[in-house]
């Protein structure tokens, strides 16, 4: 099985930076893809960013210029590094794992980000 756990979520002004962590336990590997997704009150998940086991990346174009994704395959660790913050940034933000092999997604519990001033 796989576990994936977030943290880094909390409340930040306008303008500030916030980084997420996804800790990834269990059989996975280099090579599975890793993404981050939100999900606002009302609306449906969407995805924020993605990186293959390659270290492709690709971005929403809301989050383009301001957002990076990373992640440390000796560490099994997803990042997001979120930049210039708005208050429509306000969301739950989880960590998807496609795992090539077992052929299924994993997802994380997820974290609260809260763009407020």
């Known amino acids: 099985q796989v576990q994936l756990v977030e943290s880094g979520g909390g409340l930040v002004q306008p303008g500030g930076s916030l980084r997420l962590s996804c800790a990834a336990s269990?059989?996975?590997?280099?090579?599975?893809?890793m993404g981050w997704y939100r999900q606002a009150p009302g609306k449906q998940r969407e995805l924020v960013a993605g990186?293959?086991?390659?270290?492709?990346?690709n971005y929403a174009d809301f989050v383009k210029g301001r957002f990076t994704i990373s992640r440390d395959n000796a560490k099994n660790t997803l990042y997001l590094q979120m930049n210039s913050l708005k208050p429509e940034d306000t969301a739950v933000y989880y960590c998807?794992?496609?795992?090539?092999?077992?052929?299924?997604?994993?997802w994380g519990q997820g974290t609260q980000v809260t763009v407020s001033s």
């Open positions: 998807k794992l496609a795992h090539l092999l077992y052929r299924r997604d994993y």
């Open positions: 990186i293959t086991g390659g270290g492709r990346t």
């Open positions: 269990g059989s996975i590997f280099s090579i599975d893809d």
